[in-house]
């Protein structure tokens, strides 16, 4: 099983980005997805969540209201729209999936990719 992420780089406050979760061998429609972030000198946290069968949850301060979690099945992608972004969403975000249901706990999901950069200037 591979996760290939994609879609960072450096931006300015208010810009938007959309990063790509590539998923390779597991059936990826069987599988919940979700996105993380890990500022520098921080813990892995929690932004967003897509269950197989479409149910979403964000973030109270980095999801909710600014992104947007979605996925093709078609193409065993997921992806993260993040909208007016601000210079505490800088940190490297990693895609994540496991089968079936969705956790908030990183240590629930089996697969990882290898995280992309992203660092909003002010």
């Known amino acids: 099983v591979q996760l290939q992420a994609s879609g960072g780089g450096l931006v300015q406050a208010g810009d938007s980005l959309r990063l790509s979760c590539v998923a390779s061998g597991l059936t990826f429609d069987d599988h919940s997805m979700a996105w993380f972030r890990q500022a520098p000198g921080k813990e892995r946290e929690f932004v967003a969540q897509l269950t197989w069968n479409g149910g979403t949850m964000y973030s109270a301060d980095s999801g909710k209201g600014r992104s947007t979690i979605s996925r093709d099945d078609s193409k065993n992608t997921g992806y993260l729209q993040m909208n007016s972004l601000k210079p505490e969403d800088t940190g490297a975000y990693y895609c994540?999936?496991?089968?079936?249901?969705?956790?908030?706990?990183?240590?629930?999901?089996?697969?990882w990719g290898q995280g992309t950069l992203v660092t909003v200037s002010s």
């Open positions: 994540a999936v496991r089968y079936g249901s969705t956790s908030l706990k990183p240590t629930d999901y089996n697969y």
